[in-house]
T-cell receptor, first 110, second 117 residues
């Protein structure tokens, strides 16, 4: 079993839809959870990060962590064509290095 | 002003050649990384440098050698390039000395797209 699993997509949604992106992980020692967005031919850029279980909201984006289920989600409300990108989840245990999911490619169609 | 910059952006070369990719960060971070992203977008860590010391070295071929002249720079030298080395290579950095969650945030460069013919 891979440490972090993520549906690679592609996921296509119409503009304005609510998007749900998910990752599961196997290492219960992971403490910090992040979502990176990567546009085509660009480097990943940090979108959101969180430490504990629960929800964190930032504008149209909500990050959700359920440590008991080893499951994290990113919700995008009112999705826009400019949200079309690959979304990578990442997680880390204190003092260790990052483990990235393989990314989900999202297309928001106008 | 770019925080993490890599050069070159594109690199096309033939099998067997030796090439280098450079990375510089102006964020004052003390830890830098090299990642390889394959055609399926899977981002795999290759090396990490903290205060000029190699602290991890994943199972990459010894044809790859990172070199850090100072904590703002981490270059990647590749000997005897092979077809399978074709990928996008990303440099990243973070500040491991800060307390709290912020120290776990990595900042990435724009990537170097390597094509080995």
């Amino acid at each position: 079993q891979k440490e972090v699993e993520q549906d690679p997509g592609p996921l296509s949604v119409p503009e304005g839809a609510i998007v749900s992106l998910n990752c599961t992980y196997s290492n219960s020692a992971f403490q910090y959870f992040m979502w990176y967005r990567q546009y085509s031919r660009k480097g990943p850029e940090l979108l959101m990060y969180t430490y504990s279980s629960g929800n964190k909201e930032d504008g149209r984006f909500t990050a959700q962590v359920d440590k008991s289920s080893k499951y994290i989600s990113l919700f995008i409300r009112d999705s826009q064509p400019s949200d079309s990108a690959t979304y990578l989840c990442a997680m880390i245990n204190y003092g260790q290095n990052f483990v990235f999911g393989p990314g989900t490619r999202l297309s928001v169609l106008p | 002003d770019t925080a993490v910059s890599q050069t070159p952006k594109y690199l096309v070369t033939q099998m067997g050649n030796d090439k280098s990719i450079k990375c510089e960060q102006n964020l004052g971070h003390d830890t830098m990384y090299w990642y390889k992203q394959d055609s399926k977008k899977f981002l795999k860590i290759m090396f990490s440098y903290n205060n000029k010391e190699l602290i991890i070295n994943e199972t990459v071929p010894n044809r790859f050698s990172p070199k850090s002249p100072d904590k703002a720079h981490l270059n990647l030298h590749i000997n005897s390039l092979e077809l399978g080395d074709s990928a996008v290579y990303f440099c990243a950095s973070r500040h491991s000395s800060n307390a709290g969650l912020a120290k776990n945030i990595q900042y990435f460069g724009a990537g170097t797209r390597l094509s080995v013919l």
